[in-house]
């Protein structure tokens, strides 16, 4: 049997201020708490940074982040991605 799977979007930006939207693929536990963050106005972003790690933000409808974090660009990602969306859950909470 096989895992469903979720489609998060984030927002990713490079060193040079480009970006792009991209999608990372999660189980869906993770998925529905991240639909959730979004449905209230929130949104993730990952920026590229120059020594190959990455900073993971959730961010407010304004585009504040609420909670970031680096981690290096490869499996820990991942890792990082999940605690992110998990944590995230605390806007919705004092949203409501």
């Known amino acids: 049997m096989t895992e469903t799977c979720i489609e998060i979007p984030f927002v990713r930006k490079f060193p040079s201020g480009n970006g792009a ?4 693929l999660r189980p869906e536990n993770i998925g529905l708490l991240a639909k959730r963050f979004i449905a209230a106005g929130g949104s993730y972003t990952v920026e590229i940074m120059p020594n190959a790690r990455v900073r993971l933000s959730a961010c407010d409808p304004g585009l504040c982040e609420l909670f970031g974090c680096d ?8 890792d990082a991605i999940d605690r992110l969306i998990i944590h995230s859950q605390q806007f919705i909470q004092r949203a409501n």
């Open 71 to 78: 981690t290096d660009n490869g499996p820990a990602m991942i």
């Open 21 to 24: 939207v991209q999608t990372v």
